[in-house]
């Protein structure tokens, strides 16, 4: 040892914290890792949400210059072409500025000529959002509507254009329906536009003999699919429900809870045009419902009663004096409009379906 000097004394050897088990945490600590994760979520939700508004304002800007320079220097598609393989080579690691996106941002400019539309919401939406919007739609109203229902429904890509195709905009709140007489002003509002006419089951596949039961098993086996067409807030509670009154049992076709309108929800579902006297089934279903499985703070069960076709003026009349609230609306399976024209020759036609479904199964 060198005199003077203080020996070194040897490190311990390095060691790893070992986890507690979960069962030695005090009570309170669920609570802490659900506020917590709760936080991380929200953070990264709103890193995304800024990060795809800055993208979708640099997109602008460039086809705000895009614009201009084309105005006032009249070139063609060549300078978009030879832009894209510069940009390319600037930013190699960057992705999104190919020619054919360099013109979506052209058309981004066009279609959003004020700057105020990238100040809302609709700006946090992914770029493949906006160029789906481009491509569908034509009117500003149109995909500010889509817009605004995506922010709000949180719609993936597929999502959204699924809902596009089978044109949710013409068909939300149209169901002929009595909310505004049956429900309170506040929520009535909500109730009418949580309901559609008519509802597309572009998911169904049926074989055979169509009827109600097996209308009611392939929504069931396609219950997700379902749900989307439903709309936000509904979950799925059972099929075929039974419900016990005195000695006799009843069975409601669906079941759900909506969430958003905190109440039951009976959809009966029938294969053949609105008839007045379904209304007193499905009636005397919702009556049950409020009586057995509806807590006190439940807002009334809302009946929904789905059919091939109806009388608009018919099912109105019918309506009246009935003081609970019921909407009733068609249903159609249109699993042509959307698909290649090669795979429509394999599928029955409209009026095949028609014919089956109302059970005329004459050759």
């Not at 105005?71 to 978009?80: A, L, M, Q, T, Y």
């Not at 229902?149 to 709140?173: C, P």
């Not at 099929?239 to 005195?246: A, D, E, K, N, T």
Request: hydrophobic letters at 40%; proline letters at 5%.
């Amino acid at each position: 040892m060198i005199a003077g000097k203080e020996p070194i004394p040897m490190s311990s050897p390095a060691s790893f914290e070992s986890t507690p088990a979960k069962s030695s945490m005090p009570d309170w600590y669920p609570e802490l890792l659900a506020s917590v994760a709760h936080q991380i979520d929200s953070g990264r939700s709103r890193a995304v949400s800024a990060a795809n508004q800055e993208l979708v304002r640099s997109y602008w800007s460039i086809g705000r210059e895009l614009l201009a320079r084309e105005s006032k220097e009249g070139w063609g598609s060549k300078v978009v072409t030879r832009l894209s393989a510069d940009l390319r080579d600037h930013f190699p690691e960057a992705r999104g500025f190919s020619p054919r996106n360099l013109r979506y941002m052209k058309s981004f400019a066009t279609a959003w000529p004020d700057f105020a539309m990238l100040q809302t919401a609709s700006a946090t939406l992914p770029w493949s959002h906006h160029v789906l919007l481009l491509e569908k739609l034509t009117e500003p109203e149109a995909r500010l509507w889509y817009m605004g229902a995506a922010v709000k429904n949180g719609w993936s890509h597929s999502v959204l254009g699924h809902q596009i195709e089978t044109g949710l905009l013409g068909r939300s709140g149209k169901a002929v329906t009595n909310f505004s007489a049956t429900t309170p002003p506040s929520g009535s509002d909500l109730a009418q536009q949580s309901f559609k006419d008519p509802y597309v089951f572009d998911f169904v596949s049926m074989t055979g003999k169509r009827n109600e039961h097996e209308l009611e098993g392939q929504l069931v086996l396609h219950v997700e699919k379902f749900l989307l067409e439903l709309g936000q807030g509904f979950a799925f509670v059972g099929r075929q429900f039974r419900l016990s009154i005195g000695e006799d049992e009843f069975f409601a076709d669906l079941l759900f809870y909506n969430f958003k309108l905190r109440c039951f929800v009976v959809v009966e579902l029938k294969a053949t045009a609105f008839k007045p006297e379904y209304l007193g089934q499905i009636n005397m279903y919702m009556s049950a419902v409020d009586d057995l499985l509806a807590h006190a703070d439940d807002q009334p069960t809302i009946g929904l009663l789905l059919c091939k076709t109806k009388n608009n003026v018919v099912a109105e009349y019918s309506l009246r004096g009935f003081s609970k609230p019921i909407g009733i609306a068609e249903w159609e399976s249109d699993i042509v409009k959307s698909l290649p024209e090669e795979f429509e020759s394999t599928l029955p036609s409209i009026s095949e379906l028609e014919a089956e479904l109302s059970g005329d199964t004459s050759e």
